[in-house]
């Protein structure tokens, strides 16, 4: 790819001097672009836009647009840094918020924030403590959005019965004859088909209340300060949409309270860690104070195990369809983070009961 050219089309002053592929994102393509102005270095991340699912790209990036502005006003209010806290679009010459290069290719940029860091294991507690904080704050922050400007890019993101769907059809094709090889895990998935609905049905009954959520909150969308490991801002809002906070709560457990990367091949080592369940549920909820119900609370616990199988079902529905969503760089590696979820979710369900007991 000519990443300069591409790059050119953007509002970006200074020479081109670097561009490489950056980040853990299972579904974008992320790079860091560096260039040189005047003598000092400025960094971007371009992002080349999966265009085939946030269809159309120009209602995604509406809604980030509408978002980060939105924070923005919110931060400075607060007396807050916006171009630290919050994404800067860096714009095309023409006023776009993306580049459509051509049918197949769309590319948007934002200023690199320095002096951070974004992990992909918790590496000290603290840092997850931090990562709750910024996430209950950004809850926060888009309870007071109005949920009607947004258009829903992905419908049913996190309706796991949609989800549950959508791998039985998986299955029953299995177009790859991949089916035998995961028995153990096409049965344990079947046999908490009683999960999925739950958070769904209390939805739709109005009992839980329907919030503008994040739905990708892995630690690794999260940027903390490099020295002081304090939050400084929540990323990749392609997702932000209509949902629960048991979503964005059980997602950042699911990720952030396995001690391996997402595909460890070796699952004696994936053993769920409620010490640090406990310390982001403290976070979490300190950030939210009285902007959280009963309902809720009463769910983050089952939210971890739903959105945890929820992504094990994804992400092995994608291995027997043949690796289609899910970006891999091996072979079952989506049958491998499939495990992951599932020995999690199976950790989880011991200790249910001490997971609620911490929060009702
Ligand atoms: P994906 O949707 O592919 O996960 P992200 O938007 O999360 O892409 O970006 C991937 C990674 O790039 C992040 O985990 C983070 O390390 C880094 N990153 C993204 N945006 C910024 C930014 N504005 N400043 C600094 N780092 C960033
Ligand atoms: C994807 O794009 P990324 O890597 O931040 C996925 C999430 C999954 C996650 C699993 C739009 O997130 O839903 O939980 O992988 N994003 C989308 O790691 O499907
Ligand atoms: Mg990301």
Partial sequence: MNFEKVLKNFKIEGEFVSCEPYGNGHINQTFLAVFNEGGKVKRYILQKINHKLFDPVEKLMQNIELVTEFNRKKIAERGGDPDRESLTIVYTAEGNSFYKMDEDSYFRVYIFIENTVAYQTVQNPMDFYYSAVAFGNFNNLLAEFDASKLYEILPRFHDTKKRYNDFLTALSEDKFGRAKDCQAEIDFIKSRESYYGKIVDLLASGEMPLKVTHNDTKLNNVLLDDKSGEPVAVIDLDTIMPGSICYDFGDSIRFG??????????????????????????????????RISDIEKQNLAFGSILMTIECGMRFLADYLSGDTYFRTHREGQNLDRARTQLKLVADMEKILDKMNALCC
Avoid: M
């Fill in 257 to 290: 309270c396995n001690p391996c990367e997402e595909d460890e091949r070796d699952l004696s080592k994936v053993n769920f860690r409620f010490d640090l369940y406990e310390i982001y549920l403290k976070g979490f909820l300190e950030a939210l104070g009285d």
